[in-house]
């Protein structure tokens, strides 16, 4: 039973990943036949950010009182009627009222499975977890750049995927009975009998670093998934429907990133892997830099994908060795809404950014993002050997 509801964790993750990469996959198709500048896909963004940070905050009250299985369900529900909805839009005011619940599907369900696997599963099947939402963003810009380039539009392009994911939404509703019992991640033994609040986790030492990190780890990530379409196409002359497809290499290098990188954790621990993954970053946004053809910018973009892949699943399988298992919830909770707050704001200002000084500024805005999440995580591991120092001394 244990292993049929990691498998449907799995499953959702999957579901998670597909619509992430659409709309920046599209837009370079998508804004001229509605007629608005290309910075207006960060606006879009935001609203979708929004929703989640709503939701993220809401993760703690909503597992304890539905059970992940239906907050699951009911989120993927919820971003299916919005993908559909996405299809059958013919103005821009139409996408930014369907992003509302295309937002709000994403947030509790993220926190509350991500702070399940961190506590029962080793940090290996964390990566493999997040690779399962690497298929799926992996597979949503293919599948829009089969809609483009096979001349049936955008709109079919997320119809498609809206109904792959009507059909996980069966699945998921059919699979209910998986998560009662002993696999029910609400009303954790361990776990605080009321939600913490926000006063109180940010008073803990440490979260303000982390949440901090995390924030500038899925700006940096949000904004290169989102922009490496137009990158392509604008800096660097790729035809639309193959930067499209190309795009979605960034995430098939998060994908097979995390699939090595379950194996690596069987040697390095979670804050070496984040090291390993900030210096491939490093690299590849370098490589982005360089005066070189279409073909070493992609390489770049790839290597940023593979740079991501540990980042992730390692800072939030850190998260109960930090702070305790029973605060875990509450912290990861906030910190995928300042996951979300990153993915709002900076992708758009690059976009804002981008309509004065071009495209081709994407590489360093990467290298901005990537050196403050050095930063912020370099202070974490200051702060935490300090107190593992305290706590020896105390103890002699």
């Not at 996405?86 to 709000?104: D, E, K, M, T, V």
Request: with cysteine; glycine share 14%.
């Amino acid at each position: 039973m244990t292993h049929l509801l990691l498998a449907m964790i799995y499953l959702s993750f999957i579901s998670l990943g597909l619509p992430d990469a659409l709309l920046g996959s599209a837009w370079p198709t998508m804004y001229p036949q509605f007629g608005v500048p290309v910075s207006y896909a960060g606006a879009i963004s935001m609203i979708i950010s929004l929703g989640t940070i709503f939701s993220s905050l809401q993760s703690d009250r909503l597992t304890r009182r539905f059970g992940a299985g239906k907050v699951t369900a009911v989120s993927v529900g919820l971003t299916a009627a919005a993908l559909w909805g996405f299809s059958i839009s013919h103005s821009f005011w139409l996408l930014c009222l369907w992003a509302i619940p295309y937002g709000l599907g994403a947030g509790s369900v993220d926190a509350a499975l991500n702070n399940y696997v961190a506590l029962h599963y080793a940090s290996r099947h964390m990566s493999w977890l997040h690779c399962m939402w690497g298929i799926g963003a992996t597979a949503g810009p293919y599948i829009m750049g089969w809609a483009l380039t096979g001349d049936l539009g955008w709109n079919m392009g997320y119809r498609a995927v809206a109904l792959l994911q009507i059909a996980l939404t069966a699945l998921l509703v059919f699979s209910l009975p998986l998560w009662r019992g002993k696999g029910e991640p609400s009303g954790e033994e361990g776990r605080p009998d009321r939600p913490l609040s926000l006063r109180e986790i940010f008073a803990i030492p440490g979260v303000r670093a982390i949440i901090a990190m995390f924030f500038c780890y899925c700006a940096l990530e949000s904004g290169a998934g989102l922009w490496a379409g137009s990158y392509l196409s604008l800096a660097r002359g790729v035809e639309t429907g193959t930067a499209a497809a190309q795009a979605g290499l960034f995430y098939l290098g998060i994908t097979v990133g995390r699939v090595v990188c379950g194996f690596i954790t069987f040697k390095l621990g979670d804050h070496q892997m984040i090291r390993l993954g900030q210096g491939l970053i490093l690299l590849g946004a370098v490589a982005l830099l360089l005066p070189a053809g279409p073909g070493v910018a992609l390489a770049g973009l790839i290597l940023v994908g593979l740079g991501c892949a540990p980042i992730y699943p390692s800072i939030i399988h850190s998260i109960p060795d930090l702070f305790g298992t029973e605060r875990s919830q509450a912290i990861i909770g906030v910190q995928m809404a300042s996951a979300y707050t990153g993915s709002l704001l900076m992708p758009s200002l690059f976009g804002v950014l981008a309509d004065r000084l071009g495209t081709g500024l994407l590489p360093f805005f990467l290298l901005l993002l990537l050196g403050l999440m050095v930063l912020g995580h370099e202070r974490l591991l200051k702060k935490s050997a300090g107190e593992k120092r305290e706590g020896t001394v105390a103890n002699l």
